[in-house]
């Protein structure tokens, strides 16, 4: 007998995995690149194999979801977790921490590969939208848990290795909550035939939402990878604006089927492109106090982001089953590994130039700050034309 329950808050271990791997990781980047003498495009390329791992995993899990079934992706994820931790903690160098962050985001991408379309297998209607977003709810909220810990362990004098050996805890709970369990099956035949998959993929809606998904994914990840070093000039202490985001981010997901119900997904992803695009304007105007009303902005807009661009896949696209799912959020994945030494090199530039202007220390780091994330507002900017675009597209075809 299939334990809906139990699958789920395995799901929901699993993705806090992921989120302290992300959070943590944001947490410690200073002292890694002080201890190990690393520049912020080194930083970044470390960053982009975490986002690198994750498409890698998600589109070989959804290739085979429906042949080798979600309990082997996961004890995979469970291996590639436990393997990457300890070579993190273990390895000292520069290249051992580009191979354990890609494991790291190999086990995080399994995760996605099978735990989306199982929830999408194991409940109907509303009642998926509701569950995707309550299992999303826990990235987010998973972050708020990582920044809170890394700030305090930053604080109290621990080094980046023991806030690493955090991670391990989650991965042990959700590894027990499978272990032994049944998984649920494909809805319709459509679902599990690749060939049906790969039909649905090919219309031109779901290329059309895969440009989308590039660009809600960096809109989101963008800002917070590098809100430590970003913001740590701003006035505001840039653990506690992560943990605003991502709380107000978890909050507004445990709500997000009542309120994709009313608005359905287009009317919420066109909403979250315009708050996005306030969120990260104020990100790159603002100094002090306003940097949290900026995080406000930020949080409300990103939230609904990718538990809503899987949803639709699965509401609206429902023929490219467990491999559209997981080729939409590896696009989004691998966009922003893409782009995350891209940004790098933008901090690194901004500095040049500010720099040349004669500015230094704090206000020299703000400046360079600010002007990246003047750089990034181009990204949900964007997306306020494409989701218009999509809202008509899909009213439409309704009527």
Known sequence: MINKSRLFYGSCFALITTALSFSIRAGILPQLGEELGLSAEQLGYINSMWFLGFPISMVIGGLIYHTVGGKRIMQFAFLAHAVGILMTIYSGSYVGLLISTLLIGIGNGCTEAACNPMIADAFEGNTMSKMLNRFHMWFPGGIVIGSLVSKFMTDAGFGWEAQIWVIILPTLVYAYLFYGQDWPVAKTKEEASLSMNLKAMF?????????????????????????????????????????????????????????????????????????????????????????????????????????????????????????????????????????????GRWIDSDKAAAAATGLTGDELELVAGQATLGTMVLFPGILIVLFTILFFWVKKGKS
């Open 203 to 343: 219309s031109p809606l779901f290329i059309f939402m895969m440009v989308c998904m590039a660009l809600t994914a960096i809109s989101e990840f963008g800002p917070q990878q590098w809100s430590s070093l970003i913001l740590a000039k701003s006035g505001a202490q840039p653990m506690l604006i992560l943990a605003l985001v991502t709380g107000l981010m978890a909050v507004c997901r445990y709500f997000g089927g009542e309120v994709v119900h009313k608005f359905d997904q287009t009317g919420v992803l066109l909403g979250s492109a315009v708050l996005a695009t306030i969120g990260v304007f104020l990100f790159s105007t603002q100094t002090g106090a306003m940097a949290y009303v900026a995080a406000i902005f930020f949080a409300f807009g990103v939230a609904y982001f990718w538990p809503n661009m899987i949803g639709f896949i699965a509401d609206k696209i429902p023929a490219s089953g467990a491999l559209g799912m997981s080729i939409i959020g590896a696009v989004g994945m691998f966009s922003t590994s893409i782009f995350q030494p891209i940004i």
